[in-house]
């Protein structure tokens, strides 16, 4: 398990999350380095019918949603959800594992 995949599962234990600038500065990598890695995690998860484990970022003013490229990504992936707050919710809820 990577870093990243640590973090957002401790994240996703406690029912939390994070803002991509402090996963990055945790991460203590570049901005760059962690939009590509949560990428690849997006392609991932979506490979094997699995929740977005990305949508645990939040951006900075987006109301506690992911940032714009989180849902661009996952449309390019074929996830297209009409509402996409609901949609992070549920994402969220999942990622949570069950006591």
Known sequence: MS???????????????ISYGQ???DLGWPMARLTA????LM???AARGLP???ALCEARFGNG?????FFEK??????LPDDPAA???TTRKALRPSP
């Open 65 to 69: 949603l992911p940032a714009c490229g």
């Open 87 to 89: 949609f992070v919710a």
């Open 3 to 17: 870093d990243l995949e640590a973090r957002l599962a401790a994240l996703a234990a406690a029912g939390q999350t």
């Open 23 to 25: 996963l990055a500065r």
């Open 52 to 54: 977005l484990r990305a």
């Open 37 to 40: 890695e949560l990428e690849q």
């Open 74 to 79: 996952a449309a390019a992936l074929g996830i």
């Open 43 to 45: 392609e991932e998860d």
